[in-house]
C-alpha cells in the first residue's frame, strides 16, 4: 500500500513540474526557439531514419545467414575463432568503429552506413549462433529421429526455437545503431547529430535539445518497435515474454 | 518428543482459502522415527514444515520436549532442529568442512570445537575427513552430498531432526544402503525425527510410527504393523497397496514366530529310529540331524528312512538353508519358495538348533492380526480421521 | 610507420590519456556498482517494484549517449559544469545501472529455492543468508554486470571527448576536426585496444571471484 501512495504522489508531483515546465518555456520564448529548428527537425530525423533502415537492414541481412552459417555443423572448426573475432568486435566502440570507417573510405554517407553496418552486425551474428547453438539436443535429436532433413530441422526447429533470442540481438544491434548514427554527422553523413554536435559547438542549449530529444526519443522508439515485433512474431511457446 | 496440537495451516489461495493441515494433533515419543506417509498434496509436507516454521501455522501449537515453541525466536528454533530436504541443499560456495559446521559457527562455537565435531561426523557418515572435508559439494555423488546433508543436520547435535523425503531424490540401490547407514546410526543417536515420505516401503521401513495424511488430515497414525494388518479405512488400504500382508513380512522377526520345539537325530542314530522320529513329531517329509554341538549337518528324509536300512550318517542330505533369530519374514518366505520348502531350522548365534520356522506358523501369525477394513467406500466418520 | 612514429612521438601523451580514460570510467563505475548493488538486493524483495526499476534503467541505456549529453549539458549549466567531467561522469553512472543492478538482481533472485530453504531450515536470519549464502553466489554474476557495464563505457566515455570530459576519444575528435588520420587511427585503435584488454583482464578476475564449488554453475550464468 504505501508503495501506491508513493506512486500517487509522485505522478502529481510530476504534472506539477510539466505545468511549470510549460509555463516557463512559454514566457521565456523557447517554444519559439524551438518551432525554429522544426523543419531541421523534420529533414533530419528522415535522413536518421534512412542511415538507420540502410545499415540495420544490410546488416540483418548479411547477419542472419552468418550466424546460421557458423553453426553449421560442418563449420565447428571455424565457428569457435569466429565468434571469438565476433565477441572482441563487439567490445570496440562505435565511435572507434566509425573512426576507422572514415580513415579508410573517406568522408561521407558510405563510410558512416559501412561503420553502422559494421557495429550492427556483430550482435545479431552473436546471437544468432548462440540462439541457434541453445536450441536443446534432444530437439535436434528427436528433430532428426522423425526423419526431419538438415534444412527442415533449421526451418521447422532451429530457427523457431532461437528466435527469441536472434530477435534480442536485432534489438540491441538497432539500439546500438540507432544511437550511432549522431556519430555518423561527424564524418559526414547527416542525421540529427547536426544538431547535437553544433548544438555542443556553438553552445546553443536549444539546439541541443532539438537535436537530442528525438534523438532518444527515436531509440526508445525503435527498441519497442522491435520489442513488440519479437512479441507478436515468436511462438508463444518459445517466447519468455509472453509466458 | 515433539508434540502438534491442532495444527493448522489455511493457504490463501486465488481460488479461496484451503486447508492444507487441518487440527492436527499427534506425539512422537523421544528416540522414534515417525514417518508422515501420504500422496502429493496430502499435508504431510506442510505439517513437517510447520515444526520448525518455514511454513507459520494459521492455528495450533508445537511442543518440543514438553516446551511450547511459539514464544520461541524462529532462528533459534530452527537451529536447534535438524532439517534434511529432498533436494539437499548444500551451499555450493562453502566446502563440505564450511557446509557442515554452518550451524555450530551460526551458534558461535569456537574454530576448534566445530571442527574436530566435523571430523566427528564424518566418521560417524563413513566418509573419510581427509579426503572430502576441502572439496566442494559438486565433486560429490548424489549420495554422498545427501549424506553430508545429514551430517549437517546433526552437526549442532540437536534433539530433533526433520527430513523431508530425504532420499527420494537417490538412486535406488544407493537410498536403500544409506537407509540402512541412517538407521544404525540412529540407534546409537536416538533423535527424535519427523521424517515425509510418499513410499510405502520407505515407511514400514524406517518408521517407529506411521502417520498416514489425505487431503489436510491425519487418518491413521500407528506402527507400522498395525497400519499394514488394520487399515482405518479403504483410502489407507489402497494406498498400502493389494499386497499389504506381505509388507508385513518385512516387519516380523524370526524371534516372534519361531517354534523351539524341534525334533532331531544324531549321526549315530539308525535309520529305523529316524522313522519313528518322523512319525513322532508328525513331520511330512524329513528330520534335521544334528552334530554333538548341536549345529545341523544333514537332512535324513521319510521315503529314504522307510525303504533303506542303515546309520543316518551314511544316509544323509544337504540342509537347504537355515535362518537366524534376527532375520525377517520376507527372508524366511523367500528361502523356503526358492528351496520348496515348508520349513527351516532356526540357529542361535553359535550356529546351534534353537528351533524351527514353518509356513503354517507364518500364515498364523500374520492371518491372526489381519482384519479387512470394516467400512467399504462409506464416508470416513469424523471419529476415525481426528485421533 | 608514420602511424608508429606518431604513437611514439606522442606517447606521453597517450598514456596521460590513457590513464584519464581508464580513471574516469572507473571511477563512474565504481560508483555505479555501490549504488547498483544495494539497489539489485533491494528490489529482490518485491517483483513489481523490481520490475519498475529495471524497466527505467533500460530505458536510461536506450537513450544514445549523445543525446543524454545534449540533454544534460543545459541542465548541467544551470550549475556551471555543462561541459567537462561531470556530464560524462553522470552518464557513465546511469548507462552502469542496468547491467549492474540487472546482473544482481538475477543473481540473487535465482538463487536456488531449496538452499534458501535450507538456509532458512538451520535458522540463518535474512543478514546471514544473504551474506554466507546470497552474495557470495552472486559475485560472479555481479562481476560479469560490471565488466559489461565498464566496456560499454569505455566506448561512452570515448564520445564524451566532444563535451570536453578528455580521455582517448580526444584523438579521434581532433584526428576528424583537423582531418589528421594519424591522430584519428591512433586514437581508435588504443581506445579498441584499451576496451578489449579491459574486458578480458575483468574476465579473469570474474573468474577468480568465482567461488571454486561453482566454477561449473557459473559458465553455465
Redesign the interface.
Known amino acids: 500500500m504505501p508503495i501506491q501512495r508513493l506512486k500517487g504522489v509522485l505522478r502529481i508531483l510530476l504534472l506539477i513540474a510539466v505545468f511549470l515546465g510549460g509555463v516557463w518555456s512559454q514566457s521565456s520564448g523557447v517554444i519559439d526557439d524551438f518551432r525554429f529548428y522544426l523543419p531541421d527537425v523534420q529533414y533530419l530525423t528522415v535522413q536518421h531514419l534512412w542511415l538507420t533502415a540502410v545499415s540495420g537492414g544490410l546488416a540483418i541481412l548479411v547477419a542472419i545467414p552468418l550466424g546460421i552459417a557458423l553453426s553449421r555443423p560442418s563449420m565447428v572448426r571455424f565457428a569457435e575463432s569466429a565468434m571469438q573475432v565476433l565477441n572482441v568486435g563487439t567490445t570496440i566502440p562505435t565511435l572507434a568503429v566509425l573512426a576507422l570507417s572514415m580513415s579508410f573510405l573517406g568522408i561521407g554517407t558510405v563510410p558512416a552506413v559501412f561503420g553502422l553496418f559494421v557495429a550492427t552486425l556483430l550482435p545479431i551474428a552473436r546471437n544468432t549462433y548462440a540462439g541457434l547453438k541453445g536450441v536443446s539436443p534432444a530437439l535436434m535429436e528427436a528433430a532428426a529421429g522423425i526423419g526431419m532433413s538438415p534444412t527442415q530441422r533449421l526451418l521447422k526447429v532451429e530457427l523457431p526455437n532461437a528466435l527469441y533470442v536472434i530477435f534480442a540481438g536485432i534489438r540491441t544491434a538497432l539500439t546500438i545503431n540507432v544511437g550511432t548514427v549522431p556519430l555518423a554527422f561527424l564524418i559526414g553523413a547527416g542525421g540529427l547529430g547536426e544538431l547535437i554536435f553544433t548544438g555542443i559547438d556553438l553552445y546553443d542549449p536549444v539546439m541541443m535539445l532539438a537535436g537530442a530529444i528525438p534523438t532518444a526519443l527515436l531509440a526508445i522508439v525503435v527498441d519497442a518497435l522491435v520489442s513488440t515485433t519479437a512479441f507478436v512474431v515468436v511462438p508463444r511457446g518459445v517466447n519468455p515474454s509472453r509466458a | 518428543m515433539i508434540r502438534l496440537d491442532n495444527l493448522t495451516k489455511v493457504f490463501d489461495t486465488p481460488k479461496g482459502p484451503v486447508t492444507a493441515a487441518d487440527h492436527i494433533t499427534m506425539e512422537v515419543p523421544s528416540g522414534e522415527i515417525c514417518i508422515l506417509l501420504g500422496p502429493s498434496g496430502c499435508g504431510k509436507t506442510t505439517t513437517l514444515k510447520m515444526v520448525?516454521r518455514?511454513i507459520r501455522p494459521t492455528s495450533g501449537k508445537v511442543f518440543i520436549n514438553g516446551e511450547d515453541t511459539t514464544g520461541l525466536d524462529?532462528?533459534?528454533?530452527?537451529?536447534?532442529i535438524g532439517?534434511v530436504?529432498q533436494?539437499?541443499?548444500?551451499?555450493?560456495?562453502?566446502?563440505i568442512e564450511e557446509n557442515i559446521t554452518?550451524?555450530p559457527r551460526?551458534l558461535g562455537w569456537d574454530k576448534a570445537r566445530y571442527q574436530e565435531r566435523a571430523r566427528e561426523l564424518m566418521r560417524m557418515i563413513a566418509l573419510e575427513p581427509d579426503a572430502f572435508l576441502k572439496r566442494?559439494?559438486?565433486?560429490l555423488s548424489g549420495g554422498q552430498q545427501q549424506r553430508i546433508g545429514v551430517a549437517?543436520?546433526l552437526a549442532a547435535d540437536p534433539p530433533v531432526m526433520?527430513m523431508d523425503e530425504p532420499f527420494g531424490a537417490i538412486d535406488p540401490i544407493n537410498r536403500a544402503v544409506i537407509q540402512d547407514e541412517f538407521l544404525k546410526m540412529q540407534q546409537a543417536l536416538k533423535k527424535t525425527i519427523m521424517f515425509v515420505s510418499h513410499d510405502i516401503d520407505e515407511a514400514i521401513k524406517m518408521g517407529d510410527r506411521v502417520a498416514v495424511f489425505r487431503e489436510g488430515r491425519l487418518v491413521q497414525y500407528s506402527t507400522p504393523d498395525d497400519l499394514l494388518a488394520a487399515p482405518r479405512n479403504a483410502f489407507v488400504e489402497s494406498f498400502l497397496g493389494e499386497d499389504r500382508a506381505l509388507k508385513r513380512l518385512n516387519l516380523v522377526k524370526v524371534r516372534e514366530v519361531v517354534s523351539d520345539e524341534i525334533g532331531t537325530v544324531r549321526p549315530g542314530d539308525t535309520l529305523e529310529q529316524a522313522l519313528a522320529r518322523i512319525d513322532d513329531f508328525g513331520y511330512q517329509n524329513s528330520i534335521l540331524m544334528v552334530n554333538d554341538k548341536h549345529q545341523p549337518v544333514g537332512l535324513i528324509t521319510r521315503a529314504l528312512a522307510r525303504t533303506t536300512k542303515g546309520y543316518c550318517r551314511d544316509h544323509f542330505q544337504n540342509v537347504p538353508a537355515t535362518v537366524t533369530l534376527e532375520d525377517d519374514l520376507r527372508k524366511v518366505a523367500s528361502l523356503m519358495f526358492a528351496q520348496d520348502t515348508t520349513w527351516l531350522p532356526c540357529v542361535d548365534d553359535e550356529g546351534r538348533v534353537c528351533g524351527q520356522i514353518t509356513q503354517r506358523a507364518m500364515t498364523h501369525h500374520l492371518g491372526s492380526r489381519f482384519r479387512p477394513t470394516q467400512e467399504d467406500d462409506t464416508p470416513i466418520p469424523d471419529a476415525a480421521t481426528r485421533e | 610507420m608514420e602511424l608508429i612514429r606518431y604513437a611514439l612521438d606522442n606517447l606521453d601523451l597517450l598514456t596521460s590519456r590513457t590513464i584519464e580514460h581508464i580513471a574516469l570510467v572507473g571511477v563512474a563505475v565504481g560508483l555505479a556498482t555501490l549504488t547498483g548493488v544495494p539497489i539489485g538486493i533491494a528490489i529482490t524483495k518485491n517483483e513489481r517494484v523490481a520490475r519498475a526499476v529495471l524497466y527505467v534503467a533500460s530505458i536510461i541505456v536506450t537513450v544514445p549517449s549523445i543525446a543524454l549529453f545534449g540533454i544534460m549539458i543545459p541542465v548541467l549549466s544551470l550549475i556551471g559544469q555543462g561541459i567537462g567531467y561531470l556530464p560524462a561522469v553522470i552518464a557513465v553512472l546511469l548507462y552502469s545501472q542496468l547491467p549492474i543492478i540487472r546482473n544482481t538482481y538475477t543473481a540473487i533472485h535465482n538463487v536456488d529455492p531449496a538452499l534458501r530453504e535450507a538456509a532458512r531450515g538451520i535458522g540463518m536470519s535474512q543478514n546471514q543468508r544473504l551474506r554466507m549464502v546470497e552474495i557470495p553466489l552472486a559475485v560472479p554474476v555481479i562481476m560479469a554486470g560490471v565488466r559489461t557495464a565498464v566496456v560499454l563505457n569505455i566506448g561512452v566515455m570515448a564520445i564524451a571527448a566532444y563535451i570536453g570530459a578528455g580521455g582517448l576519444g580526444t584523438f579521434i575528435s581532433r584526428g576528424i576536426s583537423q582531418s589528421d588520420p594519424r591522430q584519428l587511427i591512433v586514437g581508435a585503435v588504443a581506445v579498441s585496444l584499451l576496451a578489449i584488454i579491459v574486458d578480458y583482464s575483468l574476465l579473469a578476475i570474474q573468474k577468480r571471484l568465482t567461488p571454486r564449488g561453482m566454477e561449473r554453475a557459473a559458465e553455465t550464468a
Open positions: 520448525n518455514i524462529t532462528q533459534d528454533l530452527r537451529r536447534s532439517y530436504i533436494q539437499i541443499g548444500l551451499f555450493p560456495n562453502m566446502t554452518v550451524v551460526l566442494y559439494p559438486s565433486e549437517r543436520a526433520l
